[in-house]
């Protein structure tokens, strides 16, 4: 194999894929896979959605520029004022826009970057179980160990504060942190700002409530620490709104977005800042693949078609609570297994008793044609993360198959 | 403006570009610039290379799986394939192959995490100059001190030395880089690796020698220290071979790949390790779009159609004198201006006196209808990287146009 | 003035001392002061203890060594046995003994660079109002941001956890941390050690309950992490016990000493390590003032005097009761005023609404000739910290002191 | 043995001394030796000066106060007049005078804080072998690779730079460093302060040219950078003048002392301070053993005996210039051995071929009743440092013993 060991779902799903449309993907034997992974969430409108497939390829077509650095083009343009009109002119965000570079990892860099030039503090509030990226900044703010030991150097400039929920429940939200802050005596590092996920993809579809999340931001703002969310994953309506936080009602101060913000599962990634904010240097932060068009014009595409109206963000709220209610249903079915149905629109999970058994279902899964992963501190939780525009039937099947799956794995009928 | 301060390349070229081919870009009235910039080196095969075009539409047409992450896929396999038996196995280097993500920063951020694993150490050494990313890895390894800054956290990590030619040329090589290491009292913290590009392109256009890569080469192995040679820039033809390193006969423990890798401007990064330093846990590193699979076919074609035989080697050595002929001529033509032609390969630059001169003459080729741009620590050098696919003739209108910026700039004729 | 801005207590206590016995100090006018500050717990065995001065005089006059670094002395020798024999044999401690310089810090120091070589780990906990010290390893652990602020590093390696009662009283002890230690995805760097006061001096006199000790301890044993008391300032007796930790029935794996280790106020830290954690190289720590032999004949007679039996330990605990009794008395007296005494044996405070205030008291208990000072985060709490020495006598004429500089500043009589 | 495994100069001598007087030192059988060790530098006046015994003696007698933290007394005041007047102003130097704590590692902790508060940079430039101290700070400046490895966690701030004659003695000295300030892409942060030896005593007796170090003054000027002269070794005296710097007619900005301004071998250090600098919030750093008086009284004294006129001073310089001849002439003795006499005033070393060696001739001096300890990064260097107070018999017996234990290592006869 001269693939580096580093790989990892070629092993989960050791088949060779070859084409893909909509939720179902296929490998080089035609058999084919309902995909409830879809791209850990760069696929929220399907494998190959054929109207932006049609959008790209007519792009492509006729020689519009591909490569542009941040030069300006017509694709870039046409992005940049259907994201303006379209997300956020509705929802009265006047955030500038910045391409920090085609990941998400590239996106939450730049924020860190700019929170700390803003502030003049080094010092970042991330969560428990936060995933954020790999490239050494972001990952100073992710919390698994096995990727922070990746990093060679200690990752030190970061503090974990407990996610909604983290401990018993009753000990009030925010006490900790909001005494540390206000101690002078403390030993906290002043913070520049906290980044947060309001569903914690990687750490196990981890929701924080709206109630937290409005409380987090308003600490923020009474302590003058800058508010990222990091959005992603949850980003692009897979909780249903176009950001996961409009929920919660609160503007935070730079957002992140990337992976379905390039519609075509192509790279782009944003960070979004309030106006104010915006004190970089021309060229302070660059990159070479800041501006991918046929990526910008894909996300155009899907902007326009998916929304300029909120169907597509009632589905997924309809479909997700589908799939909340099934999980449920399991969870209730098994009540020796101590399984947790977790999530918020499109981002669901089934939590296990370990990592194992959650592994042994997603194999028992893929042995019947469904795509999903696990996630977690131990990989005890079954992501169920379709493309949005997933249709009911595909829905019902791929949630018979989960069910199917747990029944083999747990080793009894229900 | 609703883009980010943070926006450069736009500024320079204030126009909006639309459609390109080959060597040329057109803006949206259709007017025609020659392009001498080459996506910073991530256009070797020129904009929309037809050959490779066609492969993409093909595949895109066909549905062909295009987000994938690390699974396997048809296209990921042929080009794996095709890379190992077109590029490595010629050269008789068995590296293994990771995807660390779709940019050059992260096949650098890749190599260090490694180097740091496999040594357990945490310093790097790097170069006077140097560039290699923006992410906060990568940042720490580059040069200059705006990019620097904008961290906002002390980066720490990593120590400079002088680059090949830096000091005053009688100093020998390395004597103080081998002193320090070899003086257990020195104060240097001994370093895990060496990171090194062979021709700086971002710092000035600055060539290392050949018999200065073979020395670090050798130092480098005489103490126990892995290299990296960041070839992002450089690699995939640039400065002629498709390794840029093959010229000095080194085989570097690692090697970064990423602009042209992708062959038709799509994002893709690679990190190529010594089978022995592959130690790495599975999914110790990893990334949402490190499998983007029109980028592997058109990477694919790009290898099969220039990378079969030396046509394209010999071409781009071969232009790259012409090239250097005439910047040559220009700085002999003007010795009252202290120019300087400097590069490798189609890797070519023109150093003025300053940046603000250099600058001037890249804004009066961009009025003939030219694009290039400055790099170096004060921006002095006028870069001159076409597409290696450009046309003599294409060249030829591209050398005039410097000549006559040159001209209109020092404000004499030749 | 010629001396440096940064100099502190000659601003609170604006006279020139000259001569001092026992509790009490006299400036050059021969105004005497009684000293409830004991030279922040340096002089537990009061100024010029004259069993200890014979000792120091006759030393000098025989020309004994002075300074020795850390070669072997008889004074050096003769210390090391009576430690052994009246202070670890007793108490079942095997601690090896280590001379990291002369200071607190230095102690502080040591610890942690052993608690991290031997784990392999960088990163300690520290806890909320912490203090050990100004050196740049020692700082890094301190709470107190105007002290963090002036290392101009960022203090990176030390995440603050909640000292004792620091909460509402009802969050359980530890929950966070143990959490944050047990889960794989936390982001919490793996702790090389915890270190800890069992109660604070400079933090605000808050006391660690001996139930909070041992939790703390057999955590730190469950999850494999070093525990180190910095019984600088609570060690020698000041809370009763010689070790502060031995009311809490724990033993620590390594102990830092100093202050009034020395006996006489000369300067003297020791490290205490359990055997087994002895890995130092010879030399790989080391310092000028490791061996200032005058401290170790004036440590010895100390030992000798005062900690052959439990004389000097009741004697401490009934006088701290007194103090305790008389604090909390003036506590209830002022029910307007939010007043709280705190402390254990005769490390006392008395907390005041602010640190204006309490500033107030410890100057108009000056201007009646008592020294104390305050601590805490705001300088709200006024530390009662007398020689263990100090006569009942002294200690009622003290104790009225505070009673009246408390009433002149609230304003009213009791 | 309860002493940790971290003692090194008791193995070297291993003896248990007793009793001392000037240059001489007897162990408890009552077996002298002669001290050419002096303390580490920190025994000027050798051991028990009978002058400064008297004066401590007289002071503990009369009950001056002995710890005063950095209250105000008589003897503080005594010696900051004494050394104002004595030192200070006589070399038109107007430094403040700050008490950071009772080592030399204390002054330079103090140094590096402050020179990062004043001009906001983190980084340090230090040199190859520099020995700054133990401490987390003055560790991070400090080159053997043995004692930074103890450190636990990387010593990232300091970048080492080549001391004078450290590389072929062609190469122009700070080439290097002036073209990495100088450029804005090299990569070198920007450094707040440069901290220097004039001699490096622990890295091996290297001696700084006066031009060098002039060299070094101006370029720090230049660049803004502050300058460190770490006297604490070479200062009261060592090298002729009270300052080292003294010959080379520079001001540094700031200035460490410590070892022998105690005068007795007691605890005491200084950072001294061009006024401009001293921005320090009072208490920003602070410390409970910055006010040791019989160390004030012994200093005070050593100050009025020996810095009044230039007896001293002039008879340092005669004695090292024969103890110069006397090591030149060793080593022009062996001419097969590589011998090499180094030094200034009475900081003297002969350096051979192997740490071996070194350590062996060590070894046979003490065997014959001389102390002398190595040093340089692999102990080649043999110091010799007696009291500037030895007799010129002390001394020819000294050397005397130094050519015997040669001739006996070396295994022939002159």
Redesign the interface.
């Known amino acids: 194999m ?10 989960s ?9 909509g939720s179902r ?1 296929f490998d ?1 034997n035609g058999q084919g896979y309902l995909d409830f992974f879809a ?5 929220n409108y399907g ?2 959605n054929p109207i932006l ?1 049609q959008a ?2 007519d792009y ?15 694709a870039k ?1 046409d992005f ?1 004022e259907t994201f ?1 009109e379209t997300v956020l002119a509705p929802r009265e965000l006047d955030y ?4 920090p ?6 996106a939450v ?1 730049a924020a ?2 700019l ?3 803003v502030t003049g503090r ?2 970042i509030i ?5 995933f954020h ?6 990952l ?21 504060m ?1 996610f909604d929920n ?3 429940g ?3 939200d925010f ?2 942190f909001e ?2 802050l206000k ?8 913070p ?1 700002a906290v980044i947060v996920e309001t569903v914690q993809g990687e ?2 579809i981890n929701v924080a409530s709206v109630e937290w999340l409005r409380s987090l931001s308003e600490l923020c703002q009474r302590q003058g620490i800058l508010l990222i969310v990091d959005d ?1 994953q949850m980003g692009c309506g897979r909780t249903g709104p176009f950001f996961s936080f409009e929920a919660a009602g609160i503007k935070p101060d730079i957002v992140c977005l ?2 379905s913000i390039g519609g ?4 782009l990634g944003l ?1 979004l ?1 309030r106006p104010e904010l ?12 800041r501006g ?1 068009n ?1 990526a910008f014009v894909a996300s155009t595409e899907a902007l326009k078609t998916y929304w300029t109206d909120d169907t597509l963000e009632k589905s997924t709220l309809a479909k997700g609570e589908q799939v909340g209610r099934a999980l449920t249903d399991l969870a209730l079915a098994y009540p020796e297994a101590a399984l947790k149905a977790k999530g918020r629109g499109l981002a669901r999970g089934l939590q296990f008793a370990d990592g194992d058994i959650a592994g042994k279902v997603c194999r028992a899964a893929f042995d019947r044609g469904l795509l999903m992963e696990t996630s ?3 990989g005890e939780v079954a992501k169920i993360m379709p493309p949005l525009t997933v249709t009911d039937a595909e829905l019902e099947e791929g949630l018979a198959i989960v069910d199917d799956a747990v029944a083999a794995t747990l080793g009894v009928l229900r």
Chains 1, 2, 3, 4 share one sequence.
């Open positions: 001269i693939e580096s060991e580093v790989r990892s779902y070629c092993r799903w050791p088949v060779t894929f070859d084409r893909a449309t993907i080089e791209g850990a969430g760069a696929l494998h190959n497939k790209v390829i492509i077509q006729r020689d519009g520029v591909t490569h542009s650095l941040d030069m300006q083009t017509v343009r940049l303006s500038k826009i910045m391409f570079g085609p990941a998400g990892a590239n860099e860190l970057k929170a700390r030039k080094e010092s991330n969560f428990t179980n936060a990226g790999m490239t050494l900044g972001a100073s703010v992710t919390g698994n160990s096995l990727k922070r030991g990746g990093a060679g150097v200690p990752l030190v400039h970061a503090t974990p407990p983290y401990l018993d009753l000990t009030p006490m900790l005494r540390l101690d002078s005596g403390s030993g906290l590092n002043e520049a750490g196990g992603v990337s992976k075509y599962g192509l790279p960070t800042l915006d004190v970089w240097e021309p060229g302070e932060h660059n990159g070479t693949f991918i046929p977690g501190p131990d």
